[in-house]
């Protein structure tokens, strides 16, 4: 589930699985309600299909939920398995007026993440077995050329969430369709990756951004801000969407 929800229309994301392995033929219905005031009010509902399209069945089912109001929310997730088998989870979460990471409309910020040609090896910035070749331009370089742009953040050795290195392959694989029109810059979560792992540190490029989950992606349009985002696992055809949204708009 999301931990950067607004008022307005959202992605809602939500995972589900049995004994730590993940469910992908699952039929899955989210309904919302608002608990601000401690007075629960049903708000919305939605099917969440699964989308897993390149991402090696680390996918994620996703409901389109629109939340009025800031504050405590609950989600009451209904999971009919393939065998028939129906269960309900109830999760609380909240809804913010503003979010801390940039949202959709804002300037994306001009960060000067490390390319190629500031470490010796682009194992130094990406923790990929093998590294990806999305490390030629900086955020501040590609807002400055006013590039249409991908930001995928992400660290494959070390993610806690287990989808960073399938998140970067779902990016990848819409590399060759897309690489004459969009910039893919992958911005590796930690610095200080080598030579020692252990003393791995936050990224400042994902302090400037105020991201603390990964991975996400970000699209950022011409004129520098950011088109969309998603935060978790995101498919590459849900990707493909957006980034075909962001072209078409110029």
Same mark, same amino acid.
């Given at each position: 589930?999301?931990?950067?929800?607004?008022?307005?229309?959202?992605?809602?994301?939500? =995972?589900?699985?049995?004994?730590?392995?993940? $469910?992908?033929?699952?039929?899955?219905?989210?309904?919302?309600?608002?608990?601000? =005031?401690?007075?629960?009010?049903?708000?919305?509902?939605?099917?969440?299909?699964?989308?897993?399209?390149?991402?090696?069945?680390?996918?994620?089912?996703?409901?389109?939920?629109?939340?009025?109001?800031? +504050?405590?929310?609950?989600?009451? $997730?209904?999971?009919?398995?393939?065998? =028939?088998?129906?269960?309900?989870?109830?999760?609380?979460?909240?809804?913010?007026?503003?979010?801390? !990471?940039?949202?959709?409309?804002?300037?994306? &910020?001009?960060?000067?993440?490390?390319? !190629?040609?500031?470490?010796?090896?682009?194992?130094?910035?990406?923790? =990929?077995?093998?590294?990806?070749?999305?490390?030629?331009?900086?955020?501040?370089?590609? $807002?400055?050329?006013?590039?249409?742009?991908?930001?995928?953040?992400?660290?494959?050795?070390? *993610?806690?969430?287990?989808? *960073?290195?399938?998140?970067? /392959?779902?990016?990848?694989?819409?590399?060759?369709?897309?690489?004459?029109?969009?910039?893919?810059?992958?911005?590796?979560?930690?610095?200080?990756?080598?030579?020692?792992?252990?003393?791995?540190?936050?990224?400042?490029?994902?302090?400037?951004?105020?991201?603390?989950?990964? &991975?996400?992606?970000?699209? $950022?349009?011409?004129?520098?801000?950011?088109?969309?985002?998603?935060? +978790?696992?995101?498919?590459?055809?849900?990707? /493909?969407?957006?980034?075909?949204?962001?072209?078409?708009?110029?």
């Amino acid at each position: 589930m999301g931990t950067q929800l607004v008022v307005g229309t959202d992605r809602f994301p939500v =995972g589900v699985s049995d004994r730590n392995t993940p $469910i992908t033929d699952a039929a899955v219905h989210v309904r919302v309600f608002s608990t601000t =005031g401690g007075v629960v009010t049903l708000k919305g509902e939605a099917d969440a299909p699964y989308r897993g399209a390149g991402l090696g069945g680390h996918g994620l089912y996703v409901a389109e939920l629109h939340f009025d109001v800031a +504050g405590l929310w609950q989600a009451q $997730i209904t999971t009919r398995l393939a065998d =028939g088998t129906r269960s309900t989870a109830d999760l609380q979460f909240g809804v913010r007026n503003v979010s801390e !990471v940039p949202m959709v409309g804002q300037p994306a &910020p001009p960060s000067h993440n490390p390319t !190629v040609a500031d470490v010796p090896d682009v194992s130094y910035i990406d923790s =990929g077995q093998p590294p990806d070749d999305m490390h030629a331009l900086s955020i501040a370089d590609a $807002i400055a050329q006013h590039r249409p742009t991908l930001v995928v953040f992400a660290t494959p050795a070390f *993610c806690t969430s287990a989808t *960073c290195g399938p998140q970067v /392959q779902a990016v990848q694989a819409l590399e060759p369709a897309y690489r004459d029109r969009l910039t893919f810059i992958h911005v590796e979560v930690y610095t200080n990756i080598r030579p020692d792992p252990a003393q791995r540190r936050l990224a400042p490029t994902m302090t400037q951004w105020h991201l603390q989950t990964e &991975p996400w992606v970000f699209l $950022i349009n011409r004129q520098g801000n950011i088109a969309a985002e998603f935060e +978790g696992a995101a498919a590459t055809d849900e990707l /493909q969407q957006a980034v075909d949204q962001l072209l078409t708009a110029g």
